[in-house]
């Protein structure tokens, strides 16, 4: 079916319309509430603690540390709420309090406050693990001569939020007791610095250790399971969640829907959707973009328009969505619809992904030229997945000069990425300029570029198997390679005949 004629049976985009401002308002009684403060009195420090947090919640730090100081001031002596408040405003914002979280550092220490309060230590050393200085945290760590499970999760999370994954795990094996916190701590930390499988046996471990783990902690597992396409524990982790009090958690759900859809059984992440309770931008979002990179591009288009009719108004996220259908199917006309509603109806600022969406939607419908325009007059500069798309289309559609010019971008914002010349260099291949390929190859030699493998990857009894061409290297190598042969076998008795591509032997050479 070719593009014109699918844009006529799919739903066309939901336009939101203006409504008379004045309409459904109603008039609120005024009330008023007396009370007699007469025999009432408020500690002041209570007062003043409490105008400080309000500042502190509201980002406004310069007029919290200005209320602290007319306390003091005032005469009114602050309490370990009054530090804990200031250093929890200090710890939200790095780059703006170190100097004074610092001074407020001073004098907890002259109060003794950090060796002898085990709140104000923990909102201590959790405040410089927050500013990258877990050399002061460790510090403050010590020092304390209580410490509570808080404290010693504090400097987990400190420690893997800084990317010092040992000292992480030797904190945990020192803690006198874990709970579900801890180890979440630890296993979020692994999941979010891309060691998805630690993340896993980490998890795997809390089970045998026989703590139960709580809503944050099935959405790390999960998230981890999305990354490595590990559908079998996910699917056991599902099946743990609805035996839950969070079986209806709405960022529980959100993540399964991510997981099926990451895995590709769409149907699975329907399902969840459709049981939801509660749905939230969020779980409307997962859906449309599970559907669009899947190929279910009516089903995509359709949530997105149902999304708004239900009162949600589409983000940048729920444009990406729609806008990754249109490609998928190539959509070209209601892309650029789409795009433009974006902008003009709902005033979201297109970002990069959805130029890249774009980009994407003229290469898959050979349109380069224009694919190059966007890429050339977008407000930012491109990045290595939009070029990288136009350069895979180039490769299709054999257009070498366009890739060429594509390389110079290619190379100005990484030189060092092996996988765009191998691509240039296999295009040059296929059409026999061996000059250029020879070119590519000694300038990726010069440069001290080597091609890296590609790894593919199974997941066979709950575990991942990793290998690439031509690797004997897995326990099981000689019976693996004793089914292909059978299956190669098989495949020619049915009259298949191997093709041989010249530019493919270049890249695997």
Same mark, same amino acid.
């Given at each position: 079916?070719?593009? @014109?004629?699918?844009?006529?049976?799919?739903?066309?985009?939901? #336009?939101?319309?203006?409504?008379?401002?004045?309409?459904?308002?109603?008039?609120?009684?005024?009330? $008023?509430?007396?009370?007699?403060?007469?025999?009432?009195?408020?500690?002041?420090?209570?007062?003043?603690?409490?105008?400080?947090?309000?500042?502190?919640?509201?980002?406004?730090?310069?007029?919290? &540390?200005?209320?602290?100081?007319?306390?003091?001031?005032?005469?009114?002596?602050?309490?370990?709420?009054?530090?804990?408040?200031?250093?929890?405003?200090?710890?939200?914002?790095? =780059?703006?309090?170190?100097?004074?979280? &610092?001074?407020? +550092?001073?004098?907890?220490?002259?109060?003794?406050?950090?060796?002898?309060?085990?709140?104000?230590?923990?909102?201590?050393?959790?405040?410089?693990?927050?500013?990258?200085?877990?050399?002061?945290?460790?510090?403050? /760590?010590?020092?304390?001569?209580?410490?509570?499970?808080?404290?010693?999760?504090?400097?987990?999370?400190?420690?893997?939020?800084?990317?010092?994954?040992? $000292?992480?795990?030797?904190?945990?094996? %020192?803690?006198?007791?874990?709970?579900?916190?801890?180890?979440?701590?630890?296993?979020?930390?692994?999941?979010?610095?891309?060691?998805?499988? *630690?993340?896993?046996?980490?998890?795997?471990?809390?089970?045998?250790?026989?703590?139960?783990?709580?809503?944050?902690?099935?959405?790390?597992? #999960?998230?981890?399971?999305?990354?490595?396409?590990?559908?079998?524990?996910?699917?056991?982790? +599902?099946?743990?969640?609805?035996?839950?009090?969070?079986?209806?958690?709405?960022?529980?759900?959100?993540? #399964?829907?991510?997981?099926? =859809?990451?895995?590709?059984?769409? %149907?699975?992440?329907?399902?969840?959707?459709?049981?939801?309770?509660?749905?939230?931008?969020?779980?409307?979002?997962?859906?449309?973009?599970?559907?669009?990179?899947?190929?279910?591009?009516?089903?995509?288009? *359709?949530?997105?328009?149902?999304?708004?009719?239900?009162?949600?108004?589409?983000?940048?996220?729920?444009?990406?969505?729609?806008?990754?259908?249109?490609?998928?199917?190539?959509?070209? %006309?209601?892309?650029?619809?789409? /795009?433009?509603?974006?902008?003009?109806?709902?005033?979201?600022?297109?970002?990069? *992904?959805?130029?890249?969406?774009?980009?994407?939607?003229? @290469?898959?419908?050979?349109?380069?030229?224009?694919?190059?325009?966007?890429?050339?007059?977008?407000?930012? !500069?491109?990045?290595?997945?939009?070029?990288?798309?136009?350069?895979?289309?180039?490769?299709?559609?054999?257009?070498?000069?366009?890739?060429?010019? #594509?390389? !110079?971008?290619?190379?100005?914002?990484?030189?060092?990425?092996?996988?765009?010349?191998?691509?240039?260099?296999?295009?040059?291949?296929?059409?026999?300029?061996?000059?250029?390929?020879?070119?590519?190859?000694?300038?990726?030699?010069?440069?001290?570029?080597?091609?890296?493998?590609?790894?593919?990857?199974?997941?066979?009894? @709950?575990?991942?198997?990793?290998?690439?061409?031509?690797?004997? @290297?897995?326990? %099981?190598?000689?019976?693996?390679?004793?089914?292909?042969?059978?299956?190669?076998?098989?495949?020619?008795?049915?009259?298949?005949?191997? *093709?041989?591509?010249?530019?493919?032997?270049?890249?695997?050479?």
């Amino acid at each position: 079916m070719n593009s @014109s004629a699918t844009a006529t049976i799919l739903p066309q985009p939901f #336009l939101p319309h203006q409504q008379n401002p004045n309409q459904n308002l109603t008039t609120r009684p005024q009330i $008023s509430i007396q009370t007699n403060n007469s025999k009432s009195t408020v500690n002041p420090t209570v007062q003043w603690t409490s105008s400080i947090s309000r500042h502190c919640r509201s980002g406004r730090i310069a007029e919290a &540390a200005l209320e602290f100081t007319r306390m003091t001031l005032h005469g009114t002596n602050p309490n370990h709420i009054t530090f804990i408040t200031l250093l929890s405003g200090c710890a939200d914002f790095p =780059s703006q309090c170190l100097f004074l979280g &610092a001074m407020i +550092h001073g004098l907890v220490c002259k109060l003794g406050l950090d060796r002898n309060n085990v709140m104000v230590g923990t909102a201590l050393l959790d405040m410089y693990a927050k500013f990258g200085r877990m050399d002061l945290a460790t510090v403050v /760590f010590d020092a304390m001569r209580v410490k509570s499970s808080f404290t010693w999760n504090a400097m987990i999370d400190g420690y893997m939020r800084n990317g010092d994954i040992e $000292s992480a795990v030797k904190m945990f094996d %020192e803690m006198p007791v874990r709970n579900a916190i801890s180890w979440t701590a630890l296993l979020n930390g692994f999941a979010k610095r891309g060691y998805f499988e *630690e993340a896993l046996e980490c998890f795997r471990e809390m089970q045998i250790s026989g703590v139960e783990p709580d809503y944050v902690t099935i959405i790390s597992v #999960l998230n981890a399971c999305a990354n490595v396409g590990m559908l079998g524990i996910g699917l056991w982790i +599902h099946r743990f969640v609805l035996k839950q009090d969070f079986k209806d958690n709405v960022r529980v759900c959100n993540t #399964l829907i991510d997981l099926y =859809s990451r895995c590709g059984c769409i %149907e699975f992440a329907r399902q969840v959707f459709q049981r939801m309770h509660k749905r939230t931008l969020v779980s409307w979002n997962s859906i449309i973009v599970g559907f669009a990179v899947n190929g279910f591009v009516g089903e995509a288009l *359709e949530y997105f328009n149902s999304m708004q009719k239900e009162g949600f108004k589409p983000d940048g996220v729920s444009f990406t969505g729609a806008l990754t259908a249109c490609s998928h199917a190539g959509l070209i %006309e209601d892309g650029l619809r789409y /795009f433009d509603i974006m902008k003009k109806i709902y005033r979201v600022s297109p970002r990069i *992904e959805h130029y890249g969406c774009i980009v994407d939607l003229y @290469s898959r419908a050979g349109r380069l030229e224009d694919a190059l325009n966007v890429v050339e007059n977008m407000p930012m !500069k491109p990045n290595e997945v939009v070029l990288g798309s136009l350069l895979a289309a180039c490769r299709t559609k054999g257009d070498i000069i366009l890739a060429e010019r #594509l390389m !110079k971008y290619l190379v100005d914002l990484d030189p060092g990425v092996d996988s765009n010349y191998v691509l240039l260099a296999n295009m040059y291949a296929a059409v026999g300029k061996w000059d250029g390929a020879g070119k590519i190859r000694r300038t990726m030699k010069g440069r001290g570029i080597q091609k890296k493998p590609g790894l593919s990857s199974i997941e066979i009894g @709950s575990g991942i198997h990793e290998f690439m061409a031509g690797d004997r @290297s897995h326990i %099981e190598s000689e019976h693996i390679y004793l089914m292909l042969e059978l299956l190669s076998f098989d495949l020619k008795l049915c009259g298949y005949v191997p *093709e041989t591509v010249v530019g493919e032997l270049y890249e695997n050479d």
